[in-house]
């Protein structure tokens, strides 16, 4: 089993840049494609971007390509989302998700973990 813990929230001015990481307890950590989901409030959650087990293939969702960079360190136990150019409508709570699957599988939800949530808000 994993335990995902998510860390680096918090408020920033449009335009401005966060770094989200995610950090795993568990056994197999470089088993497990992970993936950063997002929910704004009244909307569904959705797939921003998911990572390969051994970090060579990524996937992101149209709305945040060319700003978004996801990666890992397998060392560590650790997947980073560093998030540059936001935007207000990147304002949301943002989840880490762990499955045994590929990237394309895991960015449209099929995990078998979930950490617990991470604020990122947007505004001037």
């Known amino acids: 089993q994993l335990q995902l813990v998510e860390s680096g929230g918090g408020l920033v001015q449009p335009g401005g840049s966060l770094r989200l990481s995610c950090v795993a307890s568990?056994?197999?950590?470089?088993?497990?494609?992970i993936g950063w989901f997002r929910q704004a409030p009244g909307k569904e959650r959705e797939g921003v971007s998911c990572?390969?087990?051994?970090?060579?293939?990524?996937h992101y969702a149209d709305s945040v390509k060319g700003r978004f960079t996801i990666s890992r360190d397998n060392a560590k136990n650790t997947v980073y989302l560093q998030m540059n150019s936001l935007k207000p409508e990147d304002t949301a709570v943002y989840y880490c998700?762990?499955?045994?699957?590929?990237?394309?599988?895991?960015?449209?939800?099929?995990?078998?973990?979930w950490g617990q949530g991470t604020q990122v808000t947007v505004s001037s």
């Open positions: 990572i390969s087990s051994r970090g060579m293939h990524t």
């Open positions: 568990g056994s197999d950590f470089d088993y497990y494609a």
């Open positions: 998700a762990a499955g045994g699957t590929t990237v394309q599988a895991l960015c449209v939800g099929r995990s078998d973990y």
